[in-house]
């Protein structure tokens, strides 16, 4: 359904000079550079995947999805998105995607959601019975009722984004482009919304790009990942892999016994591992992988134990290690 090969974009931008001097001589005199923001992406989506595409800010994420959107011109490469070129603006192929921005809206401020969602039936032609079928579908499995008749400058930002997905799936897209859709959003109305789109991916099987800061999304919505790292991708394929390359490590947590009136001697952690945190009831220390099971029996033979527990390095700190990394290649 997408098919990305050797996807580039370069913007000229004006160079800017600091200082006052700097912003006078800019008004008559401007140097132009080129910044790459993609560099020679390559990758495919099939039917009913859902990709999350991850990257530090101004990784290429948005630009990338805006050139497969149609929104922005590449400067090299191709893209196939439903067998369209994306830039085109064919209306066959605006009819059969959505672009859902968590910064941006669709909706107008001043009307209630349904009063813009009966415009977009107009705009995509829908059958009457085609709208009220996929609106009924819509508004219950994201619990929205009387909210779709009130302005929308009085919704909760939680509301708007769940308004903001019934507006972009109403026409059912079979590419669906999800620009952090869940930003700024309290962990209830993240999980909704998380929860629905697994919902209508299972349902309707469309191709899902999804970016996002958010490692809970990504954790649970996206088995495989894109990471781009200053415009390029280094690494296409299964979260799992990069948990294996880069979590080489565990985090084991000792609660100690509460008889144990003070912090251990700092003595009984030597050669264990890097402590993360001490005091008289909790050890944190982070443990190569390979040595998890000896210093845990040496944990439990040199402090006074209550509980042990082992966990994964989480995937949030995963990535930002690939993002300090310049030189280890992501396999």
Not at 219 to 233: A, H, Y
């Amino acid at each position: 359904m997408i098919d990305v090969e050797h996807l580039s974009k370069t913007f000229r931008v004006a160079r800017k000079d600091p200082g006052f001097l700097g912003s006078l001589r800019s008004m008559f005199r401007r140097e132009v550079v080129e910044v790459t923001a993609v560099r020679d992406v390559s990758f495919r989506v099939a039917e009913g995947e859902i990709v999350g595409l991850i990257g530090a800010n101004g990784a290429g994420k948005t630009t990338l999805v805006k050139m497969l959107a149609g929104i922005v011109h590449p400067s090299g490469g191709r893209a196939s998105v439903l067998g369209f070129d994306p830039w085109a603006r064919d209306d066959r192929f605006r009819a059969q995607i959505a672009l859902v921005m968590g910064q941006k809206a669709q909706l107008w401020w001043d009307l209630p959601p349904a009063d813009s969602l009966l415009l977009l039936k107009e705009i995509y032609r829908l059958p009457d019975a085609q709208y009220r079928d996929t609106l009924d579908e819509l508004t219950t499995v994201l619990g929205l009722g009387d909210e779709l008749r009130t302005p929308v400058r009085k919704l909760s930002l939680g509301q708007r984004m769940k308004a903001e997905l019934v507006a972009a799936l109403l026409h059912r897209p079979r590419v669906v482009f999800l620009d952090e859709p869940t930003i700024g959003l309290d962990v209830t109305a993240q999980r909704a919304v998380r929860d629905f789109l697994l919902r209508y991916r299972e349902r309707h099987r469309p191709a899902i790009v999804l970016t996002s800061h958010s490692m809970d999304d990504i954790e649970r919505l996206c088995p495989r990942v894109l990471i781009l790292k200053d415009g390029v991708l280094v690494h296409d394929g299964a979260l799992a892999d990069v948990v294996a390359r880069y979590g080489d490590d565990k985090v084991v947590t000792v609660t100690l016994d509460p008889a144990a009136a003070a912090a251990p001697d700092p003595r009984a952690l030597d050669g264990l591992g890097t402590v993360l945190e001490t005091s008289a009831t909790t050890v944190r220390l982070r443990i190569p992988r390979a040595r998890v099971a000896a210093a845990a029996g040496e944990l439990l033979r040199r402090l006074p134990v209550a509980d042990l527990l082992i966990e994964e390095t989480d995937i949030a700190t995963i990535i930002e290690r690939i993002f300090s990394e310049r030189e280890r290649p992501v396999p």
